[in-house]
Nanobody, 122 residues
Framework: QVQLVESGGGLVQAGGSLRLSCTAS????????MGWYRQAPGKQREWVAH???????NYADSVKGRFTISRDNPKNTAYLQMHSLKPEDTAVYYC????????????????WGQGTQVTVSS
């Protein structure tokens, strides 16, 4: 059973910083792209950032220059370092990854974490 678990959310003042972590666990053969999404109250889930297995990154325009995505492949972990946080960054942040389980015959599938709340006060 493959699972993604996020951590690091919390309450921070505007202008502050947080670092989110996402760790994949279970019977894993390989992890390909990993990404972060967020969903604010009353809004649709939106893409935030993406990182390939080789470290190539992309960011939504709304976070470019403030957020940095990274990963530690041996630890099966991705990070989202967030600086200069704004109240509009308040959302539940979800980790997403394409994972091939090591269990025989299971295909590469897309997995989601349960989410971690980030609240930015003004």
């Amino acid at each position: 059973q493959v699972q993604l678990v996020e951590s690091g959310g919390g309450l921070v003042q505007a202008g502050g910083s947080l670092r989110l972590s996402c760790t994949a666990s279970g019977s894993i053969f390989s992890i390909y792209a990993m990404g972060w999404y967020r969903q604010a109250p009353g809004k649709q889930r939106e893409w935030v950032a993406h990182i390939t297995r080789d470290g190539g990154t992309n960011y939504a325009d709304s976070v470019k220059g403030r957020f940095t995505i990274s990963r530690d492949n041996p630890k099966n972990t991705a990070y989202l370092q967030m600086h200069s946080l704004k109240p509009e960054d308040t959302a539940v942040y979800y980790c997403n990854a394409d994972i091939t389980p090591s269990t025989a015959a299971l295909p590469t599938s897309n997995y989601w974490g349960q989410g971690t709340q980030v609240t930015v006060s003004s």
